[in-house]
């Protein structure tokens, strides 16, 4: 059946690194990969999303990179910030048109000052 | 713009009582889910509604699980009777084409 792998599922890096999540997906339909962030007793997050038809995608600190071939895509943070401390979930869609989502299982992303 | 509403926002009853959830999606969204997310787990999708019609209940537990999306806007979940094992936030989130939006959930906890 349908599938998002996520790792890692725990990261801690240093204030001001970079922080990398990687995604793998089974369902070759699938052609809309959001990313959420989820903070303690709240709701997931839109942060950013890519479709099939682009290869990169980039909003100030967060990148999302796709790779269609090998059905892999990631999340990448710079110049990390303790406010980035949290979950993190990707997510692919499903058959296309019914906007139906399979999440991965998460990151939890710490940012130590 | 206002976002995804959901009451109660923390619930606790023994199991084998009934509960019920409710929701307000974003003004003008069409689709609403229900996601079920046990700690440490990503959401589940349990039911997707477009407009008043179910998309998708194939992961909802029929026998306990119900939904409904009366006139298309508000929605409520309700779980009767519950068991230990529906401890989890129950998210809901709405759409109007991809991107889902989701409310702060309702934290369940089944004695």
């Known amino acids: 059946g349908e599938n998002v792998e996520q790792h890692p599922s725990t990261l801690s890096v240093q204030e001001g690194d970079s922080a990398v999540i990687k995604c793998t997906y089974s369902?070759?339909?699938?052609?809309?990969f959001p990313w959420y962030k989820q903070e303690l007793g709240k709701g997931p997050q839109l942060i950013i999303d890519i479709r099939s038809n682009v290869g990169e995608k980039k909003d100030q600190r967060i990148a999302v990179t796709l790779n269609k071939t090998a059905k892999h895509f990631s999340l990448h943070i710079t110049e990390t910030q303790p406010e980035d401390s949290a979950v993190y979930f990707c997510a692919a869609s499903g058959a296309s048109g019914t906007y139906k989502y399979i999440f991965g299982t998460g990151t939890r992303l710490k940012v130590l000052a | 713009e206002a976002g995804v509403a959901q009451s109660p926002r923390y619930k606790i009853i023994e199991k084998r009582q009934s509960v019920a959830f409710w929701c307000n999606p974003i003004?003008?969204?069409?689709?609403l889910y229900w996601y079920q997310q046990i700690l440490g787990q990503g959401p589940k999708l349990l039911i997707q509604?477009?407009?008043?019609?179910?998309?998708?209940d194939s992961q909802l537990p029929k026998d306990r699980f119900s939904a409904e999306r009366l006139k298309g806007v508000d929605s409520t979940l309700k779980i009767q009777p519950a068991k230990l094992e529906d401890s989890a936030v129950y998210l809901c989130a709405s759409s109007a084409s991809y991107e889902q939006y989701f409310g702060p959930g309702t934290r369940l906890t089944v004695t």
């Open positions: 509604f477009q407009n008043n019609g179910v998309v998708d």
């Open positions: 003004s003008g969204h069409a689709t």
């Open positions: 369902d070759s339909a699938s052609n809309y």
